[in-house]
């Protein structure tokens, strides 16, 4: 009988201290701030310089505002809400649809992590990729 009750306590102790321990689980970031890279097109493989200061829109969205430079010289601006459309293991997972005139409707998703954000495009003529770290 006490073979078995010293069994039976090696088994039960290690589970019991495992149950105490607290469960980590990894929040998504808050992308509040300055953000800087490149943006990339895919059809011709035009790249420049990109920026983005990203302010939060209640608890699930951010207003984006980019600006950046086509050509080398040619300064832009683009001013855009990203929705907040998943969250999880320490990502957050954004997207964005905006009409632009005669140039068609441009949308964006994103996967934003740690400092990273990586964010495809596509509008009527065009198709690519923002890549931005935190500044």
Excluded at 84 to 90: K, L
Aim: hydrophobic share 40%.
């Amino acid at each position: 009988m006490s073979r078995i009750f010293a069994i039976v306590t090696l088994c039960v102790l290690p589970s019991m201290s495992l149950a105490q321990q607290p469960v980590v689980v990894p929040t998504a970031p808050d992308l509040t701030g300055k953000w800087s890279g490149y943006w990339i097109s895919d059809k011709n493989g035009h790249t420049g310089p990109l920026h983005a200061t990203f302010t939060p829109v209640g608890d699930d969205a951010y207003k984006v505002n980019y600006h950046g430079r086509f050509a080398k010289v040619i300064p832009f601006r683009y001013t855009t809400t990203m929705d907040v459309v998943g969250r999880g293991d320490g990502a957050v997972m954004l997207s964005a649809e905006k009409p632009l005139g005669p140039f068609g409707t441009f949308r964006t998703t994103a996967t934003a992590a740690g400092s990273n954000f990586d964010a495809t495009f596509t509008s009527r003529r065009d198709s690519g990729r923002f890549v931005l770290s935190r500044r």
